[in-house]
Each structure stands twice: as C-alpha cells, then as structure tokens.
C-alpha cells in the first residue's frame, strides 16, 4: 500500500498527462510559455480571487508574500506552533522574528485566543512591531478565519494564508486561499494539488501587491526583463509542470477532491468508535492534505505505527517537534520569558502535546474501499 499513490494518479491521467507534457516539450517555451498564464487564469477562478501568480515553490510563494509587505528586522510574525518548518523559516530569512502560537486540540489550527495572548505579549515587551499571522490550513481544514479576523482587525495585523496543505478545502460557499490577505499554495508532489516537480502559487485580491510579487519573482524586474528596480528572485514555475498541474487541476476539481472527501468519511466512520479521529467544524470542508488520528500518549501511537508498518501499511507523523522546540529557531524566537523557562513544555502545550500523539494514515482520491478495510481492522485489532 502507498501513503500517498501518485503512480496510480498517474496511470489514470496518463493519456492526456503525456500529451500536455510533450506538447510543452516540443513547444521550446520552457519558461512562462503559455500554460503558465493559463493556469494562473484557472487556478484564480477556481479559488475565487483577482490574481494568481505562480512560482518555484510553497516556500519560496510565503517569501514574496512578506518581501511585498516589506518585512523585516524589528516585525514580528506570528506562526502556528504545529505546522512545517517552511511556514515559520521564510520570517527569519526576511530578518524579521517569528513568534509561536499554540493551536486548537481539536481541528489542530491556530488558536485565536492564544494569538491574542501573544500579540499582547509582543507589545508589552515593546521590541517588535506585530505585523502579520501566518494561518496554516493545516492537513487541508481552513483555519478559523472568522476568529483570527477578529484578533488581526484588532492589532492590524496582516493575514498570510498559508494553505500548501489546504488548497481545495473551504469554508461556506469560500475556497481557500482566498482568506488571507495574501495566500499561498505549494505543488509539491504529494500536496492536494501536486506537479512533478517543485511548484508554488501566491493569491491576492490587491492589484499593487501582485504587482510586486510579479516583480520580485523575475529578479525585482522594472519595465522590462533587464531594468532591475529591486533586489529580487529567480522563481518561476516552469512551463512543463504548469502543463502537469492544468490536468491535475481539471482531475481535482471534476473528482479527486469528492473521492479523498469519500475516503476520508469512511475512515471516519470506521473508526470514531476507538480513536480520536478528524475533527471538521461545521460548514468547513478539508481537502485532506493528511488523515490524522490523535492517540493518548506517544507510546501508543509509536506503537500502533510499528503494528501498521508489520502488515505492510505505511503511516506517517505529521509532525515530531514543534516550531519553538527547532534548533534552528534556538536563538531566533521571541521570547515573553528568559530563555532557559521559555524553551520549556509550557510554551504552546497543545502543539507539543499533538506532536507526541498524532499519527497520520494512508489517503488519496484512489484509496479503495479494501484498503480502507485492511487500515481500520490493522487499527482496530492494535487498539482492542
Ligand atoms: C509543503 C509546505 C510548505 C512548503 O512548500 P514547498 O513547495 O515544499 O516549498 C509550506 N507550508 C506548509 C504548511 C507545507 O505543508
């Protein structure tokens, strides 16, 4: 069994996956030839937003996000706690501070009662100026928009929707990545909505701010390729996997996402007897990025992944650490207390808490009903 079968995707798309690949090939418009403009004509249309502006990847799309904000040294960013590295990396890299907020037991989401908190935290300390959240739509469910609104709107905070994991989910009749003020996906392979290669997109409704992203994106270009106005970026999607992704678009939209829905339902329904499973608040819809079960301890859970990886089931843990325990943010997070109490357990309990627990479990649009089967008796028998 595949955690995630991309060959099986592929196999079903394959007539009109080869003719689109090779028809870019042949076409010698290896960079920005067309199907880049029309993606990016499609993919806004699909999300509901004025401009898409496609780029080399997820991370690189929330680095054009803060550059066309202007971000930097003295801003403080706000993170969730759980989340992938990338969400939290591009903010030191800009030279402004991440800081950490804890995230909900149940939809594993930014807390906004905590983003309070440590907006106010910020402020009290008197060193950083809070400028943006950054709202993970983490394994596919939208945040809690309607929430972290409220708290932006009272500090006058930006909102940088990161939905790498969330493209395709929505809330009411709204898709996702039309929440932030800017928002960002990522077409790494096994995202929702994955190329064949490193792929990334950036979502705004503001005219001046796609402006600048287009900008930053070709080297801080002017009014042509060879005036530089600023110092930018090379990143670019490439023509080939903007033909990948318009037969990934179309498969996704016309099936894909109800099929993962489907199997996602039938996990659920096998299963919400003996584990915490998904949580999806009402008028939320995920795209399920990830399927993930919540155990009691982390004992359990290792457990139950060496029970499942001994009858050939893949499963993954989605994620081990949390952001203020990373090395790499050791000597870069802000910090309400001295160092050595704040590196504790107590900072974001839920998010270190989660990290101990989850286990995230096989699930793509071509998950069959058997194999669906053979991970819920695997479960059951483990837990019983
Ligand atoms: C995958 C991912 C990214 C980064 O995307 P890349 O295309 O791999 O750079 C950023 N944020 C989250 C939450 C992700 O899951």
Redesign the pocket.
Known sequence: MEFRDLKKQYQVLREDMDQAILRAVASGAYIMGPQVKELEKQLAEYVGVKHCLTCA????A?TLALKAWGIGPGDAVFVPDF??F??AEVVPLEGAEPVFVDVCEDTFNIDAADLDRAVQAVLSEGRLRPRVVVT?D?FGLPADYQAVRAIADKYGLLILE?G??GFGGSIAAKRACSFGDIATT???PA?PVGCYG???AVFTDNDEWAALIDSYRVHGKGQFKYDNVRIGMNSRLDTVQAAVLQVKLKAFAEYELDAINAAAAKYTERLKDIVATPVIPAGFRSSWAQYTIKLQDSAQRDALQAALKAEGIPSMVYYPKPMHLQTAFSSLSFRAEPQEKSRNLNLCPVATSLCSRVLSLPLHPYLTDEQIDTVCTAIRKFLK
């Open positions: 990847n997820g991370t690189d929330l989340t992938f990338s969400s993970v983490l990161d790498a994991q990522s077409f790494f995202k490193d792929g990334g």
